[in-house]
């Protein structure tokens, strides 16, 4: 057992998705950091925007923990390692996705933020929204209580509440059932970060406007929630043994002769990536440098390989198109190329009409239908990231759609049908992966940028 192995830790949950656990967990990150505490951030499931926040209310990288994408026996591995890197943390606080017990369609409660409370052996607040709710609220925490005897519901947070009155009947109702409250949000003071089609608008598109949000959330839980009750609830986890995750046993050691230059796309256009990826590819032996298609001109100087995640390219499509010498060079790069939805729509010819970079043949538009789930996905053609028949979990998230669908020689295959391109040493489709579940991508990537 390592010295950090008595993590003190926490899952921020809710009975269901809007009642306010983004606001009460980056406020109390924010808060938590105030105190002049080293917080550690994650996010359970696959969901790349809230981690934004959560990194700029620690301080350090938002990470998910998605047993989908990665397996179970990497999550508590993955929260040491997130615990420990750049520095090691004095607690972790991670936010559940949807409502406590609700994970993979079909697959009883597998990915839910219980079973990962479960895998991470964490304490559980839930977020209560209050609106129009009496007594009948603790009847609603016990049996979420009880659904899962192996999730310790540790306390609740009261949001949305009407009146002092309100609270004080809350707080009886809770007390009834043994459950202590540990704050109270009311409705006056609540606040919230601006929201559009697939969620809250990641923090990269509007910087300034999100410092404030995240210092407003970080002074409503300071006046709303008991943090010294939260962090005697945190310490109450026991010692985690595993050891953490380490990216270069994961990839095997460096591949591959040098450090062959990788460019991993970044700025606002595409902000959708995972903390663990950098750190595969650099393990494998890549030196990683990031690149903004908005506003560099060019890919950065020696680039072997180019990695290009999801994002919103819709928002930013003028802006992309206008900046014709990148996209001239990426139509021409003849280097290992990957990409992931964003990245997917960026390579094709052209974004509801405008110009993209043409180097494959799909045209794309946004749909009024929102593409949203796990996959279980077979790698249809060999590329320089998956050789063929390679089983990988990924997710989709989008409201777009391309024409075609996929290329002769498609990227994956799932629910019988194939999906997305492989052209050349392009590799390009809608699904996220997470490399830590599949870190034989980074190490083949890189040994393809070193060849």
């Keep these: 057992m390592t010295g950090d192995a008595a993590l003190p830790r926490l899952v921020v949950a809710a009975p269901a998705s809007g009642h306010g656990k983004t606001t009460v967990a980056t406020g109390l990150l924010a808060a938590l950091r105030r105190r002049g505490l080293t917080v550690s951030p994650h996010k359970v499931g696959p969901d790349y925007i809230d981690p934004g926040y959560h990194a700029l209310a620690a301080g350090r990288p938002g990470r998910n923990l998605d047993p989908w994408l990665v397996g179970e026996d990497l999550i508590a591995p993955l929260l040491r390692h997130g615990a420990r890197v750049p520095t090691p943390a004095d607690i972790a606080v991670v936010e559940g996705v949807m409502g406590l017990h609700d994970g993979a369609v079909g697959r009883a409660g597998y990915a839910s933020t219980a079973h990962v409370a479960r895998l991470i052996d964490a304490p559980v607040v839930l977020v209560l929204d209050t609106t129009a709710q009496g007594r009948s609220a603790a009847a609603l925490v016990l049996g979420m209580r009880a659904f899962d005897p192996g999730v310790r519901v540790g306390g609740v947070i009261l949001n949305r509440v009407g009146s002092p009155r309100h609270e004080g009947l809350l707080r009886d109702a809770l007390a009834e059932v043994g459950v202590p409250v540990l704050g109270a949000v009311t409705r006056a003071v609540e606040v919230a970060a601006p929201a559009r089609h697939l969620g809250l608008v990641p923090v990269a598109e509007r910087a300034p406007e999100s410092l404030a949000v995240v210092d407003a959330l970080a002074g409503l839980v300071e006046s709303t929630v008991d943090l010294d009750a939260v962090l005697d609830l945190a310490r109450s986890a026991p010692p985690l043994t595993v050891a953490p995750w380490d990216p270069g046993l994961a990839v095997g050691g460096p591949a591959g002769a040098g450090r062959p230059v990788v460019a991993v796309a970044g700025g606002p256009a595409f902000t959708f990536s995972y903390a663990e990826t950098p750190e595969l590819l650099a393990a494998a032996g890549a030196t990683v440098v990031t690149f903004d298609p908005l506003r560099d001109p060019a890919l950065p100087a020696g680039t072997r390989a180019v990695v290009i995640g999801g994002g919103f390219p819709e ?17 021409d790069f003849d280097g290992p190329l990957v990409a992931e939805c964003a990245g997917l729509l ?28 796990y996959r279980d996905a077979v790698a249809a053609t060999d590329s320089p990231v998956h050789p063929a028949g390679e089983p990988v979990r990924g997710h989709e998230f989008h409201r777009t759609a391309t024409d075609p669908g996929h290329g002769d020689r498609p990227a994956w295959r799932w629910d019988d049908s194939p999906h997305g391109f492989v052209a050349g040493r392009v590799h390009a489709s809608y699904l996220h992966t997470h490399w830590a579940g599949r870190p034989s991508a980074a190490r083949r990537l890189v040994e393809a940028a070193s060849r």
């Design 315 to 331: 928002v930013h499509a003028e802006a992309l198109a206008a900046n014709t010498a990148l996209r001239a060079e990426l139509a």
């Design 346 to 373: 960026y390579l094709g010819k052209a974004l509801d009409g405008v110009p993209m970079c043409g180097r494959l043949p799909h045209t794309a538009r946004m749909t009024g239908r929102l593409t949203l789930g």
